[in-house]
């Protein structure tokens, strides 16, 4: 994809008076098309039909929270959901400046517990926003056992013919064991954000503090201990460093080591369904 003009010209079509200099892709989004605008806007336009209303429920979520939350989060200013087709469907939201906190440039930041302190805080609160008084629709609920066996009995159709015998047995034991216990599936839903990986947490390198959230597009109301699971790729030593500021966190180790445990397979999953080659290689690799 090289011509950034048909999503301008969406754009422009339901906001004629914004005045579009530059367009350039930003080819990072796996779920959606982003459009970088005039170097200070994010345009985000799904690349599947089941995104549509995908976004626009991220959409109403963003613009519920944006009083609620200690760091900056998208907030969308722009939007075109109503009937709107693949290629015409968006959301614009301002540039959140700051660079994705992977785990390199986690490495060189000198005061970790400062970090892991604007972390805990962002999730303690994100965690008790009283999102069901704030937007007036009912919000999914996911990561429910019903859902997990779902997940697994996909993992087991479609990606367990790929993989190595020894791990289609560890993978067994990693669900058949959390999802047969009551203590891991039973938890009060809150408002978690989904995706809570290094590629989307932004921090400011020269300081070495957070910078802001985003992505928001898996988020409804779900177990509050899978967005630790992401920042297990820091370390554990770094999640028990943010439990110091969110006690509840030490109550959800069981449920963060199961989740973690389900990030690669879950990426393999969603490339054999929706035909993304390089997702599938990507999650399946260790199990080959």
């Not at 048909?6 to 930003?26: H, K």
Request: glycine content about 8%; aromatic content about 14%; charged content about 15%.
């Amino acid at each position: 994809m090289d011509n950034p003009q048909p999503f301008v010209e969406a754009i422009q079509t339901v906001y004629p008076e914004l005045a579009v200099e530059t367009a350039v892709f930003n080819q990072q989004g796996q779920y959606n098309i982003v459009l970088v605008v005039n170097d200070g806007l994010i345009f985000r336009f799904p690349r599947y039909a089941g995104g549509l209303e995908q976004l626009a429920l991220e959409t109403k979520i963003l613009t519920a929270v944006q009083s609620y939350l200690p760091l900056p989060v998208p907030n969308p200013i722009y939007t075109n959901f109503a009937d709107a087709p693949v290629g015409e469907a968006f959301m614009g939201y301002q540039y959140i400046p700051g660079e994705p906190l992977y785990p390199p440039a986690f490495a060189k930041i000198a005061d970790k517990a400062a970090l892991a302190a604007q972390i805990a805080h962002f999730l303690q609160a994100l965690h008790a926003v009283p999102i069901r008084d704030l937007i007036d629709e009912p919000l999914p609920v996911s990561d429910t056992e019903e859902e997990w066996w779902d997940v697994y009995g996909r993992i087991q159709t479609k990606l367990f013919p790929y993989m190595r015998l020894d791990a289609c047995k560890e993978v067994a034991h990693h669900f058949e064991s959390a999802l047969d216990d009551p203590a891991q599936v039973n938890f009060e839903p809150t408002l978690r954000h989904g995706d809570f990986g290094t590629g989307n947490l932004l921090h400011n390198p020269r300081t070495g503090q957070m910078s802001g959230i985003i992505d928001f597009g898996f988020t409804v109301l779900g177990d509050p201990a899978f967005d630790l699971a992401g920042l297990l790729n820091y370390g554990e030593s770094f999640v028990q460093e943010i439990a110091l500021h969110y006690p509840a966190v030490e109550q959800y180790w069981p449920r963060i080591r199961f989740y973690n445990g389900t990030f690669a397979l879950y990426e393999a999953l969603f490339g054999i369904e929706n035909g993304d080659e390089q997702a599938f290689q990507q999650g399946i690799a260790q199990y080959v």
